[in-house]
């Protein structure tokens, strides 16, 4: 996996990260519709973790990623990624997909097309 200390998003700003502090990493694909039905669920795991640091990785433009912010009311940053670079980079399986980082270690990756087996356990891993 890459280093995620280096990442910008879509409008060009340097994503800094907290050591100790979790970490999501969302992959989705505008092209999917896993991960268009799965889009809602962030601001639910949002709502249940504040403070936890989440980056969105996704193959919309620069248009599309301002309507999802503005439509979903999101604060975080998006990152422009096409679907292969995310295999390539981040070895995505599959679309929706989340990788969990703390203290610079992954702990978990996993597919989303079924969320609720593992929002209990990624709201515990946040917690602890």
């Not at 502090?21 to 694909?29: D, T």
């Not at 980056?55 to 990623?65: A, I, S, W």
């Not at 599959?94 to 969990?100: D, K």
Request: glycine share 4%.
């Amino acid at each position: 996996m890459t280093d995620f200390a280096s990442i910008v998003d879509f409008e060009g700003n340097e994503i800094r990260f907290t050591d100790g502090r979790p970490q999501l990493f969302l992959f989705v694909s505008l092209f999917c519709n896993h991960c268009v039905e799965f889009l809602p669920q962030i601001s639910v795991l949002r709502s249940k973790i504040p403070e936890m640091g989440l980056v969105l990785f996704c193959n919309g433009d620069e248009e599309e990623h301002r309507d999802l912010k503005a439509y979903f009311h999101w604060d975080f940053p998006i990152v422009y990624l096409e679907p292969e670079d995310a295999t390539l980079t981040y070895d995505v399986e599959s679309f929706p997909y989340m990788i969990l980082v703390k203290n610079r270690q992954k702990v978990l990756g996993a597919s989303l097309t079924e969320w609720e087996k593992y929002e209990d356990r990624l709201v515990s891993e946040c917690l602890v």
